[in-house]
């Protein structure tokens, strides 16, 4: 048998297609990404910010202000009530995908077991002491029958590895330290990046990220089919598979100058620069979704135009406007974070946009078509001729097109004759 060498081994290459391209110019979608609703993560109140920021300056010499905090249902209805005042050409409002932290630490069981192992709340059992604001997953799904409000799977804990953060909690040193100080406080955060997953063998991420895909199920009262986090390694994502998801979130990102950012800080985490927007992989069977414009601190008149130029382009917006924008210890934040997409809404609306979630922008890719629930209605988009048979609901017998009200039958073998276009199901 001849030896064999290194330049003569073939590594398997992986396999991209885009299977339904979409006419990003004549349907002119706009997804909202945003992530981080749950985490009870930094502070709870301004005071506790503040020990926060002096503990991260003692040890890190970090002069980081502490702003992010847990939502309430009054900053839910906020949120909602904005989101309401704007619809797309099809009449449906503009909607949010929110990406979910569904477990945060129950600092008491862990206090009481003297640190030796770990324990956590789920999101739909409630919240950490201290950090209570009231119904919140109630609230969620009061924006999800609005039909601007829906989440997907974001995280267990948010930004954190629980094994690692344990190790922390009982090692001598300064980071220790510091974790004990943090945790004091109910307060979990590091100021720094311990990645979700870090250190974890496959099973122990299956087991975590079937935790918390149980507990996002019990939570919102449907199993989520799109995911993201900076966290992953490649077996994290064919878990999530394993677990439902059919669209992966954030697989890349492009500033407004259309150049891929890359997360020097992140080296571990599986994102891929190479990847197109709507890109499918046959090994995971998930479609991958890249974030091309930002509604973070940018005005609305710079994000505006960089949306219509990714219209014209052929390529669909998606927005990230991460949870501080509209939930914050400074409401000064809170009225310019409110400010800024409205006026970018607004603008949107004018356009022509339509108002898309990560989950029905990923099956339109996969598929060629896309079914979601609002309210009691149930909407259908067929953007591709060559789409695959839609299944049709079983009690589903007519459709309306948006918005000009065509009526279309769905024959008794559910099938039925559509022109690309949104509809209503009867």
Same mark, same amino acid.
């Given at each position: 048998?001849?030896?064999?060498?290194?330049?003569?081994?073939?590594?398997?290459t992986r396999?991209?297609?885009i299977?339904?391209?979409?006419?990003?110019?004549?349907?002119?979608p706009?997804v909202?990404?945003?992530?981080?609703?749950?985490?009870a993560?930094?502070?709870?109140?301004?005071a506790?910010?503040?020990r926060?920021a002096?503990?991260?300056?003692?040890?890190?010499?970090?002069?980081?202000a502490?702003?992010?905090t847990?939502?309430?249902p009054?900053?839910?209805?906020r949120l909602?009530?904005a989101l309401?005042?704007?619809?797309?050409?099809?009449g449906?409002?503009?909607?949010?995908?929110?990406?979910?932290?569904v477990?945060?630490?129950?600092f008491?069981?862990?206090r009481?077991?003297?640190?030796?192992r770990?324990?956590?709340?789920?999101?739909?059992?409630?919240?950490?002491?201290?950090w209570?604001?009231?119904?919140?997953?109630?609230?969620?799904?009061a924006?999800?029958?609005r039909?601007?409000?829906?989440?997907?799977?974001?995280s267990?804990?948010?930004?954190?590895?629980?094994?690692?953060?344990?190790?922390l909690?009982?090692?001598?040193?300064?980071?220790?330290?510091?974790?004990?100080?943090?945790?004091?406080l109910?307060?979990?955060?590091?100021?720094r990046?311990?990645p979700?997953?870090?250190g974890?063998?496959?099973?122990? &991420?299956?087991?975590? !990220?079937k935790? =918390?895909?149980?507990?996002?199920?019990r939570? $919102?009262g *449907?199993?989520?089919?799109? %995911?993201?986090?900076?966290?992953?390694?490649?077996?994290?994502?064919?878990i999530?598979?394993?677990?439902?998801?059919r669209?992966?979130?954030?697989?890349?990102?492009?500033?407004?100058?259309?150049?891929?950012?890359?997360?020097h800080?992140?080296?571990?985490?599986? &994102?891929d620069?190479y !990847?197109p927007m =709507?890109?499918?992989?046959?090994?995971?069977? $998930?479609? *991958?979704?890249?974030?091309? %414009?930002?509604?973070?601190?940018?005005?609305?008149?710079?994000?505006?135009p960089?949306?219509?130029?990714?219209?014209a382009?052929?390529?669909p917006?998606?927005?990230?406007?991460?949870?501080?924008?509209?939930?914050?210890?400074?409401?000064?934040?809170?009225?310019?974070?409110?400010?800024?997409?409205?006026?970018l809404?607004?603008?949107?609306?004018?356009?022509?946009?339509?108002?898309?979630?990560? %989950?029905?922008?990923?099956?339109?890719?996969?598929?060629?078509?896309?079914l979601r629930?609002?309210?009691p209605?149930?909407?259908?988009?067929?953007?591709s001729?060559?789409?695959?048979p839609?299944r049709?609901?079983?009690?589903?017998?007519?459709?309306i097109?948006?918005?000009?009200r065509h009526?279309?039958?769905?024959?008794?073998?559910?099938a039925?004759?559509?022109?690309?276009?949104d509809?209503?199901l009867?």
């Amino acid at each position: 048998m001849d030896p064999i060498h290194p330049d003569k081994i073939f590594l398997p290459t992986r396999v991209w297609s885009i299977r339904h391209p979409i006419d990003s110019d004549r349907w002119r979608p706009v997804v909202f990404e945003s992530d981080d609703w749950g985490s009870a993560e930094s502070a709870p109140d301004i005071a506790t910010a503040q020990r926060v920021a002096h503990a991260w300056n003692d040890y890190y010499q970090s002069d980081r202000a502490v702003l992010t905090t847990l939502e309430s249902p009054a900053d839910l209805e906020r949120l909602f009530a904005a989101l309401e005042k704007f619809h797309g050409v099809d009449g449906l409002p503009a909607v949010f995908t929110a990406f979910a932290c569904v477990a945060n630490p129950d600092f008491d069981a862990i206090r009481r077991a003297n640190f030796s192992r770990y324990a956590w709340i789920g999101i739909d059992r409630g919240v950490p002491q201290g950090w209570e604001r009231g119904a919140i997953t109630a609230a969620w799904r009061a924006g999800i029958t609005r039909g601007v409000f829906a989440p997907e799977f974001h995280s267990f804990l948010h930004h954190t590895c629980p094994k690692t953060w344990m190790q922390l909690l009982t090692t001598p040193g300064r980071d220790g330290d510091l974790a004990r100080k943090l945790f004091d406080l109910n307060v979990f955060t590091q100021g720094r990046h311990i990645p979700e997953y870090e250190g974890l063998n496959v099973r122990e &991420q299956a087991i975590q !990220v079937k935790a =918390g895909i149980e507990t996002f199920t019990r939570a $919102v009262g *449907y199993e989520p089919a799109a %995911a993201v986090t900076s966290d992953a390694y490649p077996v994290t994502e064919v878990i999530w598979a394993l677990c439902g998801i059919r669209t992966v979130c954030l697989k890349n990102c492009k500033d407004h100058n259309g150049a891929v950012v890359v997360y020097h800080t992140k080296p571990w985490n599986n &994102q891929d620069p190479y !990847v197109p927007m =709507g890109a499918y992989s046959p090994l995971e069977d $998930v479609v *991958y979704l890249s974030r091309n %414009a930002w509604l973070e601190n940018e005005p609305a008149d710079e994000t505006g135009p960089i949306i219509q130029r990714l219209w014209a382009q052929g390529e669909p917006a998606v927005v990230s406007s991460h949870r501080i924008h509209y939930v914050s210890l400074r409401p000064e934040n809170v009225d310019q974070g409110f400010a800024r997409l409205e006026d970018l809404l607004g603008r949107l609306t004018a356009a022509g946009a339509r108002f898309l979630t990560s %989950a029905e922008l990923g099956d339109l890719y996969r598929q060629g078509w896309s079914l979601r629930a609002v309210g009691p209605k149930q909407i259908l988009r067929k953007w591709s001729e060559d789409s695959e048979p839609i299944r049709f609901p079983n009690n589903a017998r007519h459709l309306i097109q948006r918005p000009d009200r065509h009526r279309f039958e769905i024959g008794a073998n559910g099938a039925a004759k559509l022109p690309l276009g949104d509809y209503e199901l009867e």
